[in-house]
């Protein structure tokens, strides 16, 4: 199997932590993404929506988007303890926090960062307006995650899980809005400086800057 990825995007990252929580080595193929290299007919033959990452599987099928692939290792290893949860309000509460965090947090903070900084206006219509409303809906999203981590010590709860993962990349990324958590949200900053901690984070967060 191959990944292709850029390793510094949100998007390869959440794979990344994964696949480091799980222990799993697999073989990665970097993308020119600034360069248009994922908008080629070749990479467009393996990634449907000609995004990374993308898993080139050796049946010769490819699966792209992130969490996708995500839960395809976790089907195929089967952990003890799996990041998607084992009993079905477990499955139910990390898919439900999963989803708030992707489309209430990361996705709207993509949607910030594209319009605002124009990075991709070679490509699509970049609108600022919408990047700066963008940018404001993710810092009114925060208290959301500080009053959930104000109650547990996780995001969906008190175990570690791919919501977390997502959370926590999310607030890796925003930093290039210059947003942060406040002061007054010491459980988000606590729960954050707690998951940096995590072997599987420090090892790509240290591959990332190599």
């Given at each position: 199997m191959k990944l292709y990825e850029l390793a510094p995007t949100p998007s390869a990252r959440r794979v990344n932590?994964?696949?480091?929580?799980?222990g799993i080595e697999i073989e990665r193929v970097s993308v020119d993404v600034r360069g248009g290299e994922n908008l080629t007919e070749e990479f467009r033959a393996k990634?449907?929506?000609?995004?990374?990452?993308?898993?080139?599987?050796?049946?010769?099928e490819h699966l792209c988007e992130s969490i996708a692939i995500c839960r395809y290792f976790d089907e195929l290893h089967?952990?003890?303890?799996?990041?998607?949860?084992?009993?079905?309000?477990?499955?139910?509460?990390?898919?439900m926090w999963q989803r708030i965090c992707e489309l209430q947090g990361l996705f709207v903070g993509f949607q910030a960062f594209r319009n605002i900084t124009k990075i991709y206006e070679d490509r699509e219509n970049c609108v600022e307006a919408w990047g700066h409303e963008s940018r404001q809906r993710v810092i009114d999203f925060l208290p959301t995650l500080e009053a959930q981590l104000s109650?547990?010590?996780y995001i969906a709860g008190d175990t570690f899980s791919i919501a977390d993962i997502t959370a926590y990349v999310m607030l890796s990324f925003i930093k290039h809005l210059d947003i942060t958590p406040s002061a007054e949200q010491v459980h988000l900053m606590r729960w954050q400086q707690q998951i940096a901690q995590r072997p599987s984070v420090q090892k790509v967060n240290a591959a990332t800057i190599s």
């Open positions: 932590i994964f696949l480091a929580e799980l990634s449907v929506n000609g995004r990374i990452p993308c898993l080139a599987l050796d049946s010769g089967t952990p003890e303890h799996s990041l998607f949860g084992n009993t079905p309000i477990e499955k139910a509460q990390i898919e109650q547990h010590h």
